[in-house]
């Protein structure tokens, strides 16, 4: 069973040879291809050469084509600061939607034109020639509040939520549009599997949550299924307090960050739900010993059960020991996804 089936599998809810391993890696695979930061989230060749070298070095199921969140807004016209050697992030001093009128006339961007978001297509386009068929292929969107954060900027779009209500729907109606456009043609291009993160929606009390970004998530959720593809919700930080209704949005497979209890994840999400991570990315995977870092995979699992994916809270660090990742795919390899206790410690 190679790494595409696996995951496909384990989502038709059939029994697997062991647990699917699906870690982020992006600044970790940059640095193993030996390229700037800044060359691989921009030339589709050099990520799709880094992703591919890390799945065989790492036994990972998949690859991506994340890379950071400015993508979307970039083709839209935001301003993005491209650094070096680390991901390029939106100038926050300056959004595009500093003046809430330009959303009347904000144009939803082609994504099969020249611009990052083709950039995007052509590494899909590059992965299915290269591992089609053998890994799965995983495309990425932002989310309906991550990307409206992204156009108005993080703080103005906070205070919006009680200042302009309607204008947060406004905005987040044109994010849900151009997700859904970018994640068709990324489907036509190759991509098997959906991710969509979220992350300015931990910043959320779950009242705000059901009533704004909910709804929208679910939508975009609903839209990429209609699309024949599987969805993975990311979602950084502390979402404790938004559990239940992630669990009820229907995605395939809901990403769980260190910060929140596995144990209590399953609880609020139930039992059918697949749940990826959720080892601290800093202080074990990169920090511990590979036996520490096998361990503790070893006890998420055990919170887990068996609907369960390999894999961090978030994004592996750059300076990860390989031999730490590597501990990643043996727990998996020592263990089936029928099986809802630790498997062997190892010698």
Not at 274 to 286: A, E, F, H, K, Y
């Amino acid at each position: 069973m190679n790494g595409r089936d696996r995951v496909l599998t384990m989502l038709r809810g059939d029994p697997v040879d062991r647990l699917p391993v699906m870690t982020i890696t992006m600044q970790f695979a940059a640095a193993r291809l030996g390229v700037k930061y800044l060359d691989y989230e921009t030339n589709a060749r050099l990520l799709v050469e880094g992703q591919i070298q890390v799945a065989e070095e790492l036994s990972l199921d998949y690859v991506n084509t994340m890379s950071d969140p400015g993508c979307e807004a970039a083709d839209c016209g935001a301003t993005v600061i491209f650094h070096e050697d680390s991901p390029a992030a939106i100038d926050e001093n300056h959004p595009l939607l500093s003046d809430k009128s330009k959303l009347d006339h904000l144009v939803i961007p082609e994504a099969t034109r020249p611009g990052r978001m083709q950039n995007r297509l052509e590494a899909l386009r590059l992965f299915r020639r290269r591992v089609g068929g053998e890994k799965l292929i995983e495309g990425w969107v932002e989310g309906p509040c991550a990307e409206a954060a992204d156009l108005r900027g993080l703080s103005p779009l906070m205070l919006d939520f009680y200042d302009d209500p309607d204008f947060v729907r406004r905005l987040f109606e044109f994010a849900l549009a151009m997700e859904l456009g970018f994640a068709r043609e990324q489907v036509k291009a190759g991509a098997e599997q959906i991710g969509i993160g979220d992350a300015a929606a931990s910043l959320m009390g779950a009242a705000m949550y059901d009533e704004f970004v909910w709804p929208y998530e679910k939508r975009m959720v609903d839209g990429v299924h209609a699309l024949g593809v599987p969805v993975r919700l990311h979602i950084c930080g502390d979402t404790r307090a938004l559990l239940e209704g992630i669990g009820r949005l229907g995605c395939d497979i809901v990403d769980v960050d260190y910060p929140v209890p596995m144990a209590q994840a399953r609880a609020k999400m139930g039992r059918s739900q697949i749940l990826l991570g959720n080892i601290d990315p800093v202080r074990v995977l990169r920090n511990q010993t590979p036996e520490a870092v096998y361990e503790a995979i070893q006890n998420c699992h055990q919170d887990a059960g068996d609907r369960y994916i390999v894999g961090a809270g978030c994004e592996a660090p750059r300076d990860t020991p390989l031999e730490n990742l590597q501990a990643l795919a043996r727990y998996a390899q020592q263990n089936t996804a029928t099986a809802a206790s630790p498997g062997t410690r190892p010698v």
